[in-house]
């Protein structure tokens, strides 16, 4: 990653899907508090998902996807009290699912800072271009004002769904397929009534379906 990055400590929507990043994901999301959108899937990023993302207080969106990401889901995402789509799919995450994860969303809709803000797209950005160039940097290492309509795709259950606009407020997901994970699933995920996307399947889970989920009215 460029150092460049880390002078951006106002980035509100990061995309950096569909690369060849490596290396461990603490070294992208240093000193970068002000996230609401995370999307680093589809690259070779490896070790543990960090802790340290629990400390980005605002963020509703992280998808973390087809990687190679080990260790067990840490409690502290569970800090991430407007988190509205999460998927951790296609990793190598292994341990329980955390209770605490039922409270994904809860808080969503009671926020409004859900508003568009700065936006940093390296979408499938080949390794021979410059990347200052193709951001629009200028001489003294700041970003041009560039305006772009936020989307996010998110793939469950083999099909993808591409959200444009107003995405923050409109959809929920989980997507923990394509683990190790190991246990039972915890009965207070059908406290998550406003979830429509929830995949767990191709994992070690064991035991019967919560009688719970019956109160997931939303899922899709």
Same mark, same amino acid.
């Given at each position: 990653?460029?150092?460049?990055?880390?002078?951006?400590?106002?980035?509100?929507?990061?995309?950096?899907?569909?690369?060849?990043?490596?290396?461990?994901?603490?070294?992208?999301?240093?000193?970068?508090?002000?996230?609401?959108?995370?999307?680093?899937?589809?690259?070779?990023? =490896?070790?543990?998902?960090?802790?340290?993302?629990?400390?980005?207080?605002? $963020?509703?969106?992280?998808?973390?996807?087809?990687?190679?990401?080990? *260790?067990?889901?840490?409690? /502290?995402?569970?800090?991430?009290?407007?988190?509205?789509?999460?998927?951790?799919?296609?990793?190598?995450?292994?341990?329980?699912?955390?209770?605490?994860?039922? %409270?994904?969303?809860?808080?969503?809709?009671?926020?409004? %800072?859900?508003? #568009? *803000?700065?936006?940093?797209? !390296?979408?499938? #950005?080949?390794?021979?271009?410059?990347?200052?160039?193709?951001?629009?940097?200028?001489?003294?290492?700041?970003? !041009?004002?560039?305006?772009?309509?936020?989307?996010?795709?998110? =793939? =469950?259950?083999?099909?993808?769904?591409?959200?444009?606009?107003?995405? $923050? /407020?409109?959809?929920?997901?989980?997507?923990?397929?394509?683990?190790? #994970?190991?246990?039972?699933?915890?009965?207070?995920?059908?406290?998550?009534?406003?979830?429509?996307?929830?995949?767990?399947?191709?994992? /070690? #889970? =064991?035991?019967?379906?919560?009688?719970?989920?019956?109160?997931?009215? /939303? !899922?899709?």
């Amino acid at each position: 990653m460029p150092s460049c990055l880390m002078r951006l400590p106002r980035i509100e929507y990061l995309y950096l899907s569909n690369n060849q990043l490596s290396g461990p994901m603490k070294d992208i999301i240093t000193n970068t508090s002000g996230l609401v959108l995370v999307d680093l899937s589809n690259n070779d990023l =490896t070790g543990h998902i960090p802790s340290c993302i629990g400390n980005i207080p605002y $963020l509703r969106v992280l998808l973390l996807g087809g990687n190679n990401f080990i *260790g067990e889901i840490h409690f /502290q995402l569970c800090n991430l009290l407007y988190l509205t789509m999460l998927d951790l799919s296609r990793n190598n995450i292994s341990g329980t699912i955390p209770i605490c994860l039922s %409270h994904i969303s809860s808080h969503a809709s009671q926020d409004d %800072h859900a508003y #568009l *803000g700065g936006y940093l797209s !390296l979408y499938g #950005l080949y390794e021979d271009q410059d990347v200052e160039d193709a951001m629009g940097f200028d001489s003294y290492g700041d970003i !041009l004002e560039v305006q772009w309509e936020v989307w996010v795709n998110f =793939t =469950t259950k083999g099909i993808s769904y591409d959200y444009e606009g107003n995405i $923050l /407020q409109n959809m929920s997901g989980i997507n923990l397929s394509y683990n190790r #994970l190991l246990g039972e699933i915890p009965k207070e995920m059908g406290n998550l009534t406003q979830v429509r996307a929830l995949n767990l399947s191709h994992n /070690q #889970l =064991t035991g019967p379906i919560p009688a719970t989920f019956s109160n997931m009215g /939303q !899922l899709e």
